[in-house]
């Protein structure tokens, strides 16, 4: 995910390894989400869609200007959160 994002925004180093702790920050949290939710599929459902959300919005905060200018062309909109992209 991180080396498609790389090429698409051009990110610096910097940006790599804080979007790299953002997404295993994610992974990580999702694992817990997935264990506090056993037998609770929409419980499960709601806290992933916004711990999705929360890590878009992350990803985006680490770009530059014109980095979230195309970050938000890639999620159709234009402006405010990223929304398809990764996750």
């Known amino acids: 995910q991180v080396d498609i994002w790389t090429k698409q925004l051009s990110l610096n180093t910097d940006q790599?390894?804080?979007?790299?702790?953002i997404l295993t920050d994610s992974k990580a949290q999702e694992k817990l989400?997935?264990?506090?939710?056993?037998?609770d599929p929409a419980g499960l459902r709601a806290a992933l869609e916004k711990l999705r959300a929360d890590t878009q919005t992350a990803v985006r905060e680490s770009l530059n200007e014109e980095q979230?200018?195309?970050?938000?062309?890639?999620?159709?909109?234009t402006g405010g959160r990223g929304g398809k992209i990764g996750g």
């Open 33 to 39: 989400l997935a264990e506090q939710y056993k037998g």
């Open 16 to 21: 790599v390894a804080v979007i790299t702790k």
């Open 68 to 77: 979230k200018l195309i970050w938000d062309k890639l999620n159709g909109k």
